[in-house]
């Protein structure tokens, strides 16, 4: 296969994956709606799996063909670039305010499932075992912690009348509903496995391993949905909606998409991804300090100012340079005055 079509093949993919889970959310909450169950629930399930949808498909492919470093690589890439260039971009547009629950108890909880993810996989280095393997059980225990986080969530937004408003579920005829169902489920098959085997190609052909391509391609190209949504909602100045739909997604990718790949399919956890763990903690617990820095909006909300989204962006670009090359951005301007 010439690599000019591969590449070709994997925008398509990407397109046709986002676009199919569009259409599940839009025919699934509609059927859902004619069955009368809440906004609040409809968005908790089928709107959140929704945008986890591209990620948990493109996962599941790859932990099934043994792709184990992309099963890592699209979850951890995925949730760098969620923290970093999005929050990075949507920061710049306007300094980003977050609400309480956000900064004492869903970032902490980010931070503590990365931590457990890093202690699920390195069963050698911390229990003995003979191979780093993430289990059936290790996927089950994300997954347990996904209901808990629901439940929370739920709490959280049955006690909140303006979640309860936002996000009116459009009504449609129960066959154009089941259109849509159908028409989004073949989308999201057929996309991510052109996003797969042409991510897998394009690795080989760039001498790339399969964790390198799910942490830069794979990881940007499935978090478009969570960028176009957070920059839009920063324009509009809503930036509550921008950050606490970066780390929700962050906390879906964990213990949904993680969760379903490795329970499906057990994985062999590389070590390589330590690394990407400890800047994605890092990242965590620079955000968090940001917003207890970062100048105090009205109401004494925290706040991301935009020198510090310039920062996670910088860092972001340097880390991207850092995995493909080997070397991050300082080391290679080092490089190039010394030949000079």
């Not at 399930?45 to 493109?58: D, H, K, W």
């Not at 069963?123 to 929370?152: C, H, K, P, W």
């Not at 790339?208 to 949905?225: C, E, F, H, K």
């Not at 950050?243 to 499906?264: C, D, E, K, Q």
């Amino acid at each position: 296969m010439d690599l000019v079509i591969a590449i070709g093949l994997l925008i398509i993919g990407f397109v046709v994956l986002i676009k199919g889970a569009d259409l599940l959310v839009e025919g699934a909450s509609a059927i859902a709606k004619k069955f009368n169950i809440s906004d609040i629930i409809i968005g908790l399930t089928i709107v959140s799996f929704g945008t986890s949808a591209p990620e948990l498909v493109v996962n599941i492919g790859a932990s099934i063909g043994g792709n184990n470093g992309m099963v890592f690589g699209n979850v951890l890439g995925s949730n760098i670039f969620n923290t970093c260039l999005i929050l990075g971009i949507a920061g710049l547009i306007y300094p980003l305010a977050v609400q309480r629950n956000t900064a004492f108890k869903e970032l902490p909880f980010s931070f503590f499932i990365i931590l457990l993810v890093f202690a699920l996989g390195n069963d050698v280095m911390l229990f003995g075992a003979a191979e780093n393997t993430f289990s059936r059980i290790d996927g089950l225990i994300l997954l347990g912690l996904f209901g808990a986080f629901l439940y929370y969530v739920y709490s959280s937004a049955k006690n909140d009348p303006a979640a309860q408003e936002e996000g009116a579920i459009e009504s449609m005829p129960m066959n154009k509903s089941l259109i849509y169902v159908a028409t989004g489920m073949v989308g999201l098959v057929i996309g991510g496995q052109l996003v797969l085997d042409n991510a897998v190609f394009m690795a080989s052909q760039f001498g790339m391993t399969d964790r390198v391509i799910g942490l830069t391609v794979v990881a940007i190209g499935t978090s478009l949905p969570e960028l176009a949504t957070s920059a839009v909602a920063a324009m509009k100045k809503n930036s509550d909606i921008a950050v606490g739909n970066v780390i929700g997604s962050n906390i879906f990718n964990v213990l949904l998409v993680l969760s379903m790949s490795t329970a499906i399919a057990p994985t062999t956890y590389d070590t390589a991804s330590n690394f990407d763990i400890y800047f994605l903690l890092g990242a965590t617990v620079l955000l968090t300090i940001f917003l207890f820095i970062g100048t105090k909006s009205k109401g004494g909300r925290f706040t991301v100012d935009r020198w510090q989204a310039l920062i996670l962006l910088l860092a972001v670009v340097d880390y991207t340079v850092y995995v493909v090359v080997g070397k991050d951005i300082f080391m290679i301007i080092m490089f190039l005055i010394e030949s000079t």
